[in-house]
């Protein structure tokens, strides 16, 4: 079982920044497709960027696009997620999602494809 533990969420003005990071408990952390979702208050929960287990191709949603970079860091077991210039659209709380490739591709994770989840982390950004 992987656990995955998010943090650096928290409140900030629009147009600030906040950095999450994600840090896994396996040592087979590289061999895992990562992926950030969030999840609005009555909202469903949307994939916000995903990575593939080498950090070399990456796909980040057209709302966030310019403005969230998502990366990991395989040695020190940790997927992160810089966002930039954040809206009050961006409240939500963020998770980090975790499987296994499928034939040895990542591709776009769904929801329903995600293997393990962290519990979340708040961001609140306010106008």
């Known amino acids: 079982q992987v656990q995955l533990v998010e943090s650096g969420g928290g409140s900030v003005q629009a147009g600030e920044s906040l950095n999450l990071s994600c840090v896994a408990s396996k040592d087979t952390f590289s061999r895992y497709c990562l992926a950030w979702f969030r999840q609005a208050p009555g909202e469903e929960r949307e994939r916000v960027a995903s990575?593939?287990?080498?950090?070399?191709?990456?796909y980040v949603a057209d709302s966030v696009r310019g403005r969230f970079t998502i990366s990991r860091d395989n040695a020190k077991a940790t997927l992160s997620l810089q966002m930039n210039s954040l809206q009050p659209e961006d409240t939500a709380v963020y998770y980090c999602?975790?499987?296994?490739?499928?034939?040895?591709?990542?591709?776009?994770?769904?929801?329903?494809?995600?293997?393990?989840w962290g519990q979340g982390t708040q961001v609140t950004v306010s106008s």
């Open positions: 999602a975790a499987r296994l490739p499928r034939a040895r591709l990542c591709g776009l994770i769904s929801q329903n494809d995600v293997e393990h």
């Open positions: 990575i593939t287990t080498n950090g070399r191709t990456w």
